[in-house]
């Protein structure tokens, strides 16, 4: 939950919002919000929200994407 508030204000600093997310994504914003607390699962919200802040889904939720070291043999 400390993540979520975290992220919602570090939209608000960027000037975005869950809302503003979800309107752009033709969307509810409680989806953007049960994505965010990771209630749900979604590449294309997470996404957006990393968009709005400059970064990428791995850096805000690593355990959702985690880091394969190693390649296939």
Avoid: C
């Avoid at 953007?32 to 590449?43: H, Q």
């Avoid at 709005?52 to 959702?64: F, H, K, M, S, V």
Wanted: hydrophobic fraction near 40%; proline fraction near 5%; avoid cysteine.
């Amino acid at each position: 939950m400390a993540q979520h508030e975290a992220l919602k204000a570090r939209l608000r600093v960027a000037g975005s919002s869950f809302a503003i997310i979800a309107r752009n994504l033709n969307i509810q914003p409680t989806t953007v919000s049960a994505t965010s607390l990771g209630k749900r699962r979604s590449r294309r919200i997470e996404a957006a929200i990393a968009d709005a802040l400059g970064t990428t889904p791995e850096a805000i939720w690593p355990d959702r994407y985690p880091v394969h070291k190693g390649g296939a043999t």
